[in-house]
């Protein structure tokens, strides 16, 4: 089965350093990863993924993700935080097989806080 | 383009009654995903369906839960008979036809928060 692990519930740190919020996986083919950020009380925007291709991917306002196949990992990272990056962010993978393609699993979240 | 769009944004209801939400996909989108999130977890998958079509409805409970995507108008996902653990955060979420392959990303819209009293 696929799915996805962030071992961290919460991330503290200051403005303007950087900051990574850690997401490993579990698949068993290629894996399709992606990352949303989740504001309070609003849906999941798409930050980025990863499909094939380069390790390290750019997303949106200013976030990128080093996809590690040996470490089965994933982690999103920002060279400097904002106190407006401070949010819920999830990692999930994608389901390309058979009855359950399309589906994506989440994992738990990881609350970011930025403070000034 | 607007993006994808849910009614209710909030629905309060009452043990026993239905509850009906509403999920509008981004247009040219013909695939929507169903998804809930319970207080303190992340999102669990419910249904995969496409116009007329149920893909993948694994994720719904058995019983008094059923969702629909009809040729015209908004999927409906319907809660008959809600309890009080229906509560939480219901998220719809579209993608383009999977001719784009299953890399395609899913966009999710606002949420509807059902609340049982």
């Known amino acids: 089965a696929q799915s996805v692990a962030q071992p961290e519930d919460q991330v503290n740190v200051a403005e303007g350093n950087p900051l990574t919020v850690k997401c490993t996986y579990s698949?068993?083919?290629?894996?399709?990863l992606f990352w949303y950020v989740q504001y309070p009380n609003r849906g999941l925007q798409f930050l980025l993924k990863?499909?094939?291709?380069?390790?390290l991917v750019k997303g949106s306002y200013g976030f990128e993700a080093e996809f590690n196949k040996s470490q089965t990992s994933f982690h999103l990272k920002k060279p400097s935080a904002l106190v407006s990056d401070s949010a819920l962010y999830f990692c999930a993978v994608r389901d390309y097989r058979g009855s359950t393609l399309g589906r994506l699993y989440f994992g738990r979240g990881t609350q970011l806080t930025v403070w000034p | 383009n607007a993006g994808v769009m849910q009614n209710p944004r909030h629905l309060v209801r009452r043990r026993g009654q239905e509850a009906r939400l509403r999920c509008s996909p981004m247009k040219g989108h013909s695939h929507v995903y169903w998804y809930r999130q319970l207080p303190e977890e992340g999102l669990k998958f419910m249904v995969y369906l496409q116009k007329e079509n149920i893909i993948d409805e694994s994720g719904m409970p058995k019983e008094r839960f059923s969702a629909e995507f009809p040729k015209e108008g908004p999927s409906i996902l319907r809660i008959q008979q809600v309890v009080r653990g229906d509560s939480a955060a219901y998220f719809c979420?579209?993608?383009?036809?999977?001719?784009?392959?299953?890399?395609?990303?899913?966009?999710f819209g606002p949420g509807t928060r059902l609340l049982v009293l």
């Open positions: 979420a579209s993608s383009p036809p999977v001719g784009g392959g299953v890399q395609e990303t899913q966009y």
């Open positions: 698949v068993s083919g290629n894996p399709y």
């Open positions: 990863y499909i094939t291709g380069d390790n």
